[in-house]
């Protein structure tokens, strides 16, 4: 039983750091001293079992973690690591635009005997673009204002660049409505 409770004790203190608690504060949150809670990670004492239940929900881990010898991985650790594997899979994505980019430029240039650097201008906005599929997807649109402004701007200088004959100026003016207009809607969204 002696090692039981040094497990618990144990699988409590990791948690409570974890949430960067002291015992105070946790002792607060319990409505239990923290000679109690002390007692408690120091495995001289276990807590009752509504206290257990308490504590799986407050770490949001299963009780078996709590108990148990097993690693304990709260469900928030875990969406940080599925934040972090979208974050990955975007990247991933996006530097596959810039490798589509870079292999139509060596192509352009092997073939047709003319360097063609709009390819990676171009890449810039179709990079935006795949932001804006999985900003949608996983973050539910959370950066769409900026993808978003920054792909109307990024469009508006490509075209102004790959059409010299036109003054970018004429061109860029269009952005100015086209980003009020999206100021607009993102006001609109949030409220």
Same mark, same amino acid.
């Given at each position: 039983?002696?090692?039981?409770?040094?497990?618990?004790? =144990?699988?409590?203190?990791?948690?409570?750091?974890?949430? #960067?608690?002291?015992?105070?504060?946790?002792?607060?949150?319990?409505?239990?001293?923290? @000679? $109690?809670?002390?007692?408690?990670? #120091?495995?001289?004492?276990? &807590?009752?079992?509504?206290?257990?239940?308490k504590l799986s929900q407050?770490?949001?881990?299963?009780?078996?973690? %709590?108990?148990?010898?097993?690693?304990? @991985? &709260?469900?928030? %650790?875990? $969406?940080?690591?599925? #934040?972090?594997?979208?974050?990955?899979?975007?990247?991933?994505? *996006?530097?596959?635009?810039?490798?589509?980019?870079?292999?139509?430029?060596? /192509? +352009?240039?092997?073939?047709? =005997?003319?360097?063609?650097?709009? !390819?990676?201008?171009?890449?810039? &906005? *179709?990079?935006? %673009? *795949?932001?804006? *599929? /999985?900003? $949608?997807?996983?973050?539910? !649109? #959370?950066?769409?204002?900026?993808?978003?402004?920054?792909?109307?701007?990024?469009?508006?200088? !490509?075209?102004?660049?790959?059409?010299?004959?036109?003054?970018?100026?004429?061109?860029?003016?269009?952005?100015? &409505? +086209?980003?009020?207009g999206i100021i607009i809607?993102?006001?609109?969204? @949030?409220?």
């Open positions: 039983m002696e090692n039981l409770n040094f497990i618990i004790g =144990k699988n409590l203190q990791i948690l409570r750091k974890k949430r #960067k608690l002291t015992q105070a504060e946790l002792a607060e949150k319990l409505n239990y001293s923290d @000679k $109690a809670v002390s007692k408690w990670e #120091k495995g001289e004492s276990l &807590p009752p079992i509504e206290v257990f239940y407050f770490y949001e881990v299963s009780l078996d973690s %709590i108990v148990g010898e097993e690693k304990i @991985k &709260p469900r928030e %650790i875990e $969406a940080v690591d599925m #934040k972090r594997r979208y974050l990955h899979i975007t990247l991933l994505s *996006v530097l596959a635009v810039w490798l589509v980019a870079l292999v139509l430029f060596v /192509f +352009l240039r092997i073939f047709t =005997k003319s360097i063609y650097p709009m !390819c990676f201008a171009w890449a810039v &906005p *179709v990079s935006l %673009i *795949v932001g804006i *599929v /999985f900003d $949608a997807i996983w973050n539910k !649109c #959370k950066g769409l204002f900026w993808f978003l402004s920054f792909l109307v701007w990024s469009l508006l200088l !490509c075209l102004a660049v790959q059409l010299f004959k036109f003054n970018i100026w004429d061109i860029l003016t269009f952005g100015v &409505p +086209l980003q009020i809607w993102s006001r609109m969204v @949030k409220k």
